[in-house]
């Protein structure tokens, strides 16, 4: 009975070593995937920074060939450059370019934070895989150091060394 007890308290010690080992992996695999995650949101803040950037260099593009345009057509009307109508027409232009350009930082921005906001969230989910795997983790070393226990007090090997029942 003794030798018994002594391969069932061994078996269940190798299946607590493999479920460690097997908690070990799925951990890795927790953090594989959220380092995956972190490179992801990073390439779409990259991705949204250079197209805000695009953006912004053809509205100056656009905003240079709208003013070349208004010099000239205002020099074929014998219209000066530095007449009040002139300038107005030239602030139009640019205030309008800026407020573009405003508007689409704004957006650039919004979804910027919603990105971080997407990274935060996903890390609290690991967070919570993470302390779920070691909450079953710790569970099953409890219950089988347990099981291990009443077992050996109620085996011929504790009587045999002295203690148990």
Known sequence: MALLT???LSMQAAGVVTSIWQNKGAQKMIRQGRDMERA???MNMAANNYEFQESSLESMKQLRQ???SQIVAQA???TGAGTEGAVGSLQKSISASAGDV??????MLARESELRAANILSG???LK???DLGRRMS???FEAASTGLRQLESSALASKFGFGK
């Open 76 to 78: 074929a009307r014998g």
């Open 66 to 68: 709208n003013i070349g």
């Open 102 to 107: 405003g508007a689409k930082r704004m957006r």
């Open 6 to 8: 002594g391969f069932l």
């Open 40 to 42: 992801a949101t990073e």
């Open 129 to 131: 895989s993470e302390t």
């Open 124 to 126: 609290l989910h690991t």
């Open 139 to 141: 569970g099953e070393i």
